[in-house]
């Protein structure tokens, strides 16, 4: 199995400030035949079911604020909030859905410092 | 826009089987792929199972291979999850979800709100 690592696994950061956050696949994702990464991050807040802001490891899912980006390829990737604001604490998670089965990473926490 | 909702859930006991359903509309269901996705109470998701968009591949996580089965319906845009000889480590919300693609190897693009199961004794 593909097993993905996430760092850290909480991450306070004051609003207005970066928050980065790592997602590391213990094999590589990127698929050779078409050059794309299989990897997407996933937002989830309490009581909600995650969301998807990434695929393909950098494309933008419609509706995601462009403060958020994510870029990364092969085994290591990032997930960047550029301006922390109070609607994006949240767990975020990353997938690869380059192998079978498909596995989720444990989740970076990010909060409010 | 595009809707997923889930029912079936609730609590049952060990060994017991039970459906879940998801309808869908907002998108041409046909063209794609699906998933079940579960999250156990204060745990990260977790795949479950995945159909195709023309239901040549299906694949499912080594927890539940054997005792569940994923099954779609075109003609009523409805996916299913037939859960058998549950055990109470299968206590989870369950969500179904579009794939981003029409492939098994896609994305969770969009998902339901999850419907809770509980097997319990």
């Known amino acids: 199995d593909f097993v993905m690592t996430q760092t850290p696994d909480s991450l306070p950061v004051s609003l207005g400030e970066r928050a980065t956050m790592n997602c590391k696949s213990s094999?590589?994702?990127?698929?050779?035949?078409?050059?794309?990464?299989?990897l997407a991050w996933y937002q989830q807040k309490p009581g909600q079911p995650p969301r998807l802001l990434f695929y393909?490891?950098?494309t933008r899912e419609s509706g995601v604020p462009d403060r958020f980006s994510a870029s990364g390829s092969g085994t290591d990737f990032t997930l960047t909030i550029s301006s922390l604001q109070a609607e994006d604490v949240a767990i975020y998670y990353c997938?690869?859905?380059?192998?079978?089965?498909?596995?989720f990473g444990p989740g970076t926490r990010v909060d409010i410092k | 826009q595009v809707q997923l909702v889930e029912s079936g859930g609730g609590v049952f006991q060990p060994g017991m089987s039970l459906r879940l359903s998801c309808a869908a509309s907002?998108?041409?269901?046909?063209?794609?792929?699906i998933h079940w996705v579960r999250q156990a109470p204060g745990k990260g998701p977790e795949w479950v199972a995945t159909?195709?968009?023309?239901?040549?591949?299906?694949f499912y996580a080594v927890s539940v291979k054997g005792r569940f089965a994923i099954s779609r319906d075109d003609s009523q845009n409805t996916m299913h999850l037939q859960m058998n000889s549950l055990r109470t480590e299968d206590t989870a919300v369950y969500y179904c979800t579009k794939g981003t693609g029409g492939s098994s190897y896609s994305a969770s693009g969009y998902w339901g709100q999850g419907i809770l199961v509980t097997v319990s004794s």
């Open positions: 393909w490891a950098s």
């Open positions: 094999q590589s994702v990127l698929y050779s035949s078409n050059n794309n990464n299989y």
């Open positions: 159909m195709s968009y023309d239901a040549t591949q299906t």
């Open positions: 997938q690869q859905y380059y192998n079978i089965p498909l596995t």
């Open positions: 907002g998108f041409t269901f046909t063209n794609a792929g």
